[in-house]
């Protein structure tokens, strides 16, 4: 059997909100903030107890950083990989809500109403996101077949792994709330991939 944690990063600048309080950060190379880094470190101490054989990254330091912190306690090396960035919001990459609806808002609602087919200028629908990550995930859990693996990502990357495992349908990613430093868990057995928890969080729990 493959197991894989998947858990989002830690909080960045933006990652909550709405209008102008909220960022579309995708592959702009952000920060943690000071809750991120903290609730980093809780998730680490939530995940020394687990026996893992690798821990898989995004290489945009959120994720990374948030990465390091977990697999420090098991002595392995973290294995950054581009693949596992956000989805591209290409030139709304870094912006907030108001600035995209000022600058694109027959775009903006073209997306808001079809993520599947809709993408940015310069970026990825949900679909190229998703035809993005299938085959990476196909490698790392043929990989570890046997072992107990953790993937550290994105929002909108662990959403659309799980509608991915699940069969269901992209345009329901909204209805997945995925916590920052969140934990959910896949296993796979014999082929046939199952969700055991999404986005477990008690470890977070007195954070300020």
């Known amino acids: 059997m493959a197991s894989v944690f998947l858990i989002r990063h830690g909080e960045v ?13 995708g ?10 880094t903290h609730q980093a470190e809780a998730v680490a101490r939530r995940m ?3 026996k893992l054989h690798a821990v898989y990254s995004s290489d945009l330091q959120r994720a990374r950083l948030t990465a390091q912190a977990i697999a420090a306690p098991h002595g392995i090396e973290v294995r950054c990989d581009a693949v596992w960035r956000e989805t591209n919001f290409g030139a709304w990459n870094g912006k907030s809500e108001s600035e995209i609806l000022e600058g694109w808002p027959d775009l903006w609602r073209a997306r808001q109403s079809d993520p599947m087919s809709v993408a940015p200028p310069e970026g990825e629908s949900l679909l190229d996101l998703a035809n993005r990550l299938a085959p990476a995930w196909q490698q790392i859990v043929t990989r570890h077949e046997h072992e107990q693996i953790a993937l550290i990502a994105h929002q909108g990357v662990i959403r659309v792994l799980l509608l991915l495992i699940l069969e269901a349908p ?3 990613y909204r209805r997945l709330k995925i916590g920052n430093c969140s ?3 896949v296993e796979v057995v014999a082929g046939e991939t199952s969700v055991s928890f999404l986005n477990e969080t008690h470890h977070l729990l007195g954070l300020e």
């Open 170 to 172: 992209l345009a329901g």
């Open 183 to 185: 934990v959910s868990r």
């Open 27 to 36: 592959w702009d190379d952000v920060p943690l903030t000071a809750r991120g």
């Open 48 to 50: 020394a107890g687990e």
């Open 13 to 25: 600048a933006g990652n909550h909100g709405s209008g102008d309080r909220v960022f579309y950060s």
